[in-house]
């Protein structure tokens, strides 16, 4: 049995199993609505109206996030709502997952590549009948004589393409090797190519770079597609682990959404993917585990010890990566549970254990990993900030999209915003929430405990408070009053003291103080465009000189 929902404005329609959910449906037809909860009906942000056709009756639990005129008006939320046949279905603006900044910019430090692949061009003789050596026997002899190199295997994608062609002529090719073993076959004119990937939680960010002389040749971001599963890692490991195949539904999200984005800068580039010969990934434990399919209930249960924490070299092919067949996947090492070879990634990148003085390095995120520098000895640890930095469980929160307030000010009674793409604003999202903290704070209408005071722009009347930064006849078209509650101000205050707990244990264990620290390194998607000042207003980083900060980015 199944079902026909027409999801508007977005025009996604088309049959659905029967007895599953308006979610489920929309998972199915493409529709990326938000659901920080991954469905348990515990974030309220999954809000549809259904416009036309019979569905289940509310359940219980939605009433604590929609009025009963809102109900009665054909709201729901669709973890909860099944529908019993044919029906129609707005979703507004607010529940789609909008498209966000992917982040990718970050500093560029230049290198001379020492990469574990080099390429070589060998001239290959035709057979003859003097000649009768197998292919590999003639191309492994090729490479020792012309480049006193020394290969003992040849991986079977790349002989595969071992046809030197007519037997008149001599064959050139490129030869990428790694580790005595021959990984690829490339056209004597070919680039030897890496990828290098930072496998976020809710973005995938990725770079096309020249072996031979370290330049970045493109670059691309995208949505981590597991978002439809649920914003919280830990909900994504739960249904990897709780669900039939989903373990393998995780791996297979990030897996086409990888080759996508490498199929897209190749395109752009005008290469081969085949050319890319070795590829390197980075992501937290969770993520690398999901990436894996490695087992991940243990990293939900104390003491969240990890499978592996080693690095690893995986042939691509095994994890259905779409570059040469032959290339390796390099996976960095984990740390902890919660520390994982992003964390790793970032001190090699920042070259943190060369460093002088006293450094503090955060990668700012759902989870902030903090590490501290103290003449050369490391000490790190996570810190569980949440993602209201990143706009959830902020009543106006979203991702960074156009029509987001990026940053904000209160002058008096006015106030002045700026949102993303000059669009009109319709909420805000992590660096404007960060300043409508600060500014609220600064302006006298937080005091130091987070409690919201009078202001000609705080409603009183509602529950909880809250202070209007945008009136509807300001915003965009029909939009509804854009505000920050008392809540939200409780919700910041746990994340910014989670990342305030974090450094100052590393502080403490250490023997220091926040005067103590020469420099902060603030990297990381959200640490881009974060407003610093703001950010020691609240308390949320230490006041220290601006100068002694530098936000690198990815």
């Not at 009433?63 to 939320?77: D, M, P, T, W």
Request: glycine share 10%.
């Amino acid at each position: 049995m199944t079902v026909y929902v027409d999801f508007e404005p977005v025009g996604r329609r088309g049959e659905c199993p029967s007895g599953r959910s308006l979610l489920d449906c929309a998972r199915q037809l493409g529709v990326d609505l938000v659901n920080l909860c991954g469905g348990a009906a515990s974030c309220g942000r999954c809000v549809v109206q259904v416009l036309d056709g019979e569905v289940s009756e509310p359940a219980a639990g939605e009433g604590k996030f929609l009025s009963a005129r809102e109900l009665a008006e054909g709201y729901r939320l669709a973890c909860r709502t099944i529908p019993l046949g044919e029906c129609k279905v707005r979703v507004p603006p607010e529940s789609l997952t909008a498209p966000q900044r992917t982040q990718i910019e970050g500093e560029e430090t230049p290198v001379t590549p020492e990469p574990p692949v080099q390429t070589y061009l060998v001239t290959l003789q035709a057979p003859s009948l003097d000649d009768l050596r197998a292919n590999a026997d003639r191309l492994l002899e090729a490479l020792a004589q012309q480049h006193g190199v020394v290969a003992t295997q040849v991986d079977l994608a790349a002989l595969r393409e071992l046809s030197p062609g007519p037997r008149s002529e001599d064959w050139q090719v490129g030869v990428a090797i790694r580790d005595e073993e021959i990984v690829a076959l490339l056209p004597p004119e070919a680039r030897s190519l890496g990828l290098a990937v930072d496998l976020g939680t809710t973005k995938i960010a990725a770079y096309l770079i020249n072996l031979e002389t370290g330049q970045t040749l493109a670059s691309r971001g995208r949505m981590n597609p597991q978002i439809a599963y649920g914003e919280d890692v830990i909900a994504r490991l739960a249904f990897a682990w709780r669900e039939p195949a989903g373990a393998e539904k995780m791996q297979g999200l990030i897996v086409g959404a990888l080759n996508e984005v490498v199929a897209a800068m190749c395109t752009e580039g005008g290469f081969d993917p085949a050319s890319i010969v070795e590829a390197v990934v980075v992501g937290n434990t969770a993520m690398h585990h999901l990436f894996l399919r490695l087992p991940v209930e243990q990293l939900a249960r104390a003491p969240y010890v990890p499978a592996v924490a080693s690095a690893l070299d995986i042939k691509a092919r095994d994890l259905g990566i779409e570059i040469a067949p032959g290339a390796y996947v390099h996976l960095l090492p984990n740390v902890a549970g919660y520390v994982g070879a992003d964390h790793v990634a970032m001190l090699l990148a920042t070259e943190i254990a060369q460093a002088e003085g006293v450094v503090l390095a955060l990668d700012i995120g759902t989870n902030t990993e903090v590490c501290l520098a103290n003449r050369g000895k490391l000490t790190s640890l996570s810190c569980a900030s949440g993602p209201a930095f990143e706009g959830a469980l902020i009543k106006h929160g979203m991702r960074a999209a156009n029509g987001a307030i990026e940053h904000l000010r209160i002058a008096g009674d006015q106030l002045e915003y700026q949102t993303i793409g000059g669009a009109p604003p319709i909420g805000l999202c992590g660096s404007g929430i960060l300043d409508a903290l600060a500014q609220l704070y600064q302006a006298g209408v937080v005091d130091r405990n987070g409690y919201m005071g009078e202001h000609p722009r705080v409603r009183d009347t509602t529950n909880p408070r809250e202070f209007v930064l945008v009136y509807n006849d300001e915003g965009a078209n029909g939009h509804p009053d854009i505000t920050f509650t008392q809540k939200d101000v409780r919700e910041l205050q746990l994340a910014k003291g989670a990342m305030r707990t974090g450094i100052d244990v590393l502080l403490e264990t250490s023997g220091l103080t926040s005067d103590d620290i020469d420099r902060v390194i603030i990297a990381g998607a959200f640490g881009t465009y974060i407003d610093v000042a703001s950010a020691m207003a609240i308390g949320m980083l230490p006041r220290l000189p601006l100068d002694r900060f530098r936000q690198v980015g990815n």
